[in-house]
T-cell receptor, first 113, second 111 residues
């Protein structure tokens, strides 16, 4: 158990819908990262937050948005969902930034039908 | 744009043998991660390499980083079945903190 929690574990929804994925980092970790893993695209970095501020942005679609709240939990919002958005979404946390080890949550499996 | 290449993509080894997985990347970086992923599971951090010449070892796994050659290696010594998994390297882009993953190496250890 990495100490990073993600909810929900599984999510099935229809095209065009909007969903919110939630991540709670390990106690004391200030950075949160979001990743997408699919068979087509492999593992992709989406976005990083540090202490509430966006730190780095990867291949995140405009239909996706994220934020980190004052209690350091983070949410990833996916809207206007398409079949191709079906994937595993991982959250990770680290003490500071990318110089420190990242601990991954169990992931949320999103299926868009 | 930073590109990360891992090879081989698939590796089938006999128990007791040694082998190396390679991770090449295209632009300047001094931060590289290695991860392990078991089927249907999340990623587990194995090593964080933060400087040229960095070498880290944990059990039968040893990772090294050569920033001048833009190359990292993950060496497996005397493989055992428990090491069967997919291994990913990931590189931090020096300019923008963006993390880019390699394609992964699926390692199967045969008794």
């Amino acid at each position: 158990d990495s100490g990073v929690t993600q909810t929900p574990k599984h999510l099935i929804t229809a095209t065009g819908q909007r969903v919110t994925l939630r991540c709670s980092p390990r106690s004391g970790d200030l950075s949160v990262y979001w990743y997408q893993q699919s068979l087509d695209q492999g593992l992709q970095f989406l976005i990083q937050y540090y202490n509430g501020e966006e730190r780095a942005k990867g291949n995140i679609l405009e239909r996706f948005s994220a934020q980190q709240f004052p209690d350091l939990h983070s949410e990833l919002n996916l809207s206007s969902l398409e079949l191709g958005d079906s994937a595993l979404y991982f959250c990770a946390s680290s003490v500071i930034g990318t110089s420190s080890e990242q601990y991954f949550g169990p992931g949320t499996r999103l299926t868009v039908t | 744009e930073l590109k990360v290449e891992q090879n081989p993509l698939f590796l089938s080894m006999q128990e007791g043998k040694n082998y190396t997985i390679y991770c090449n990347y295209s632009t300047t970086s001094d931060r590289l991660y290695w991860y392990r992923q078991d089927p249907g599971k999340s990623l587990e951090s194995l090593f964080v390499l933060l400087s040229n010449g960095a070498v880290k070892q944990e059990g039968r796994l040893m990772a090294s980083l050569d920033t001048k050659a833009r190359l990292s290696t993950l060496h497996i010594t005397a493989a055992v079945h428990d090491l069967s998994a997919t291994y990913f390297c990931a590189v931090v882009d020096f300019g923008n903190e963006k993390l880019t993953f390699g394609t992964g190496t699926r390692l199967t250890i045969i008794p």
